[in-house]
């Protein structure tokens, strides 16, 4: 009887044994496909957003060039004809904020001009050699995605014009791309130190600030490292990180053409209690 019941305690001492490691077996595995889930995810909506952005860049360049040829083709003899083509432009090819430049930095747009030394930094040079993507903040507006290109073409009324631009409101651009949001997904446009160039809060933790300041000691500073070398170098990455019992996946991609990265965040919660149930569903 006395080895019968120590054979029992040693054989319930096994199965529990054996229950809590399937369990933990269980449970690693599921959080690594969480993790592998989280990434992938995220990794193909950063994709899909910075395309769109590049997209956006390309066609604009494209319209642009075709605006140009337009303007120049047409019979301008006053500011006044000068407006008024610029503003058939914008309607034609649904241009935002289209504007020419003349050799005295002189801006012009649909119903003003204005010298645009002090809004446009690209302005300061006497010429341009090539396109110029950049982020401009006017007067505590909403920060704008800014075009450039060269008009060394380009003639109106004995006048040389050096350039032409168009704006696109950041906050816009990033009202179309939630359309395609999930609850507890989060998206925000970064230069390659870091700033938020859209404004968008990427969840609690980093929110609208730049995204550097606000992970230092949030994660290892081997990983902080690794991931702010990956910004200035302008490549994809993922990074894994927990505050308290949220476990949050970051992943970002470069957007060919300039110098920044679209991040996309979820906490793995929801991707564990949504995603994968779906994705379980025949």
């Not at 010298?115 to 993507?133: E, M, N, P, V």
């Amino acid at each position: 009887m006395l080895t019968a019941a120590i054979g029992s305690l040693i054989i319930v001492a096994i199965v529990t044994a054996s229950t809590l490691w399937n369990y933990k077996k269980t449970a690693a595995a599921t959080d690594e496909a969480v993790s592998t889930v989280s990434s992938f995810y995220l990794l193909t909506m950063a994709d899909s957003h910075a395309k769109t952005i590049t997209n956006l860049i390309s066609n604009s360049f494209e319209e642009m060039r075709i605006a140009i040829a337009y303007i120049a083709d047409e019979d301008v003899a006053s500011q006044y004809d000068l407006r008024e083509a610029i503003g058939r432009v914008e309607s034609l090819l649904g241009m935002n904020q289209f504007a020419l430049v003349d050799e005295d930095n002189v801006v012009y747009t649909r119903y003003t001009t204005y010298t645009g030394g002090t809004r446009h930094a690209f302005l300061s040079k006497d010429s341009l050699d090539d396109r110029i993507i950049s982020i401009v903040s006017i007067y505590g507006s909403s920060k704008q995605l800014c075009l450039a290109v060269p008009t060394p073409d380009l003639h109106i009324m004995g006048k040389q014009y050096k350039a032409c631009f168009v704006q696109f409101d950041i906050n816009d651009i990033f009202d179309l791309l939630a359309l395609d949001e999930h609850a507890g997904t989060h998206f925000a446009l970064y230069s390659k130190n870091g700033s938020n160039l859209s404004g968008t809060n990427l969840g609690p933790v980093i929110s609208s600030g730049n995204l550097f300041e606000a992970l230092q000691g949030v994660v290892p500073e081997e990983i902080w490292e690794e991931n702010h070398e990956n910004f200035e170098k302008g490549e994809e990455g993922t990074l894994l990180f927990g505050t308290g019992d949220a476990h949050q996946t970051l992943c970002y991609v470069p957007i060919e053409g300039t110098e920044w990265e679209m991040a996309a965040l979820i906490r793995e919660s929801i991707i564990g209690s949504d995603t994968l149930h779906q994705r379980q569903k025949p």
